[in-house]
């Protein structure tokens, strides 16, 4: 895989009912600075790419190259254990300490967090606090690719725009594959739209 192709999906097939295959030899192709927006209803297939993508679900044929990898997702109280403090858990998936402490405090002021907040457990947090720092997390596992999946629906306005503005500009380091149901979103950031609804004409 080309050092700037950071997700390579080949003719993809997979379907939990083999007569409704949800993709059908499927392709894409996502590179560093890119972001690529996923549209569709509910049922469309969007968490299921997620799940192929993040080697959870097998696909009945075709292949699935990714690099490293992190994952925003919609509901951030089931990505955070509720018995330890949310720098900790941070801390437990952080493999390069080296950007970490470079990078901390810069994404803290840029999510609008404090140090203090990330020494309580989830529980003492509101949503969208909760939810800037899964994004923190993500960031500071210097992922590749960035999956992220509505992350924004639990945020007021200003603060989501002041998250995508931040997903946007670390851009230079990955590519990043959006979900999101708001299609002005998607065509304000997006490189690509793939609009699930029609991608395979309701089958």
């Not at 457990?121 to 690719?145: A, E, F, V, W, Y």
């Amino acid at each position: 895989m080309n050092n700037d192709v950071v997700l390579s999906i080949k003719n993809l097939t997979f379907a939990y009912d083999k007569n409704k295959p949800i993709f059908q030899d499927f392709n894409l192709e996502l590179k560093k600075g890119e972001l690529v927006c996923i549209v569709g209803e509910s049922g469309k297939g969007k968490s299921t790419l997620f799940e192929l993508i993040c080697n959870n679900l097998k696909p009945s044929k075709g292949e699935i190259k990714a690099q490293k990898l992190s994952c925003i997702y919609q509901d951030p109280y089931s990505s955070f254990h509720p018995s330890f403090s949310i720098i900790n858990q941070i801390k437990d998936v952080i493999h390069d300490k080296e950007y970490f402490y470079k990078n901390i405090n810069i994404f803290i002021k840029e999510l609008n967090l404090s140090n203090e907040l990330l020494e309580k457990k989830p529980h003492k947090l509101s949503g969208g606090q909760l939810q800037r720092c899964s994004i923190l997390r993500s960031l500071l596992m210097n992922p590749k690719l960035l999956l992220v999946d509505e992350a924004t629906s639990a945020l007021d306005n200003v603060i989501a725009l002041e998250v995508m503005k931040l997903l946007l500009k670390y851009l230079d380091k990955c590519a990043i594959l959006l979900i999101t149901h708001d299609m002005s979103l998607a065509k304000w950031c997006a490189n690509k739209i793939i609009d699930l609804n029609r991608l395979y004409n309701g089958k």
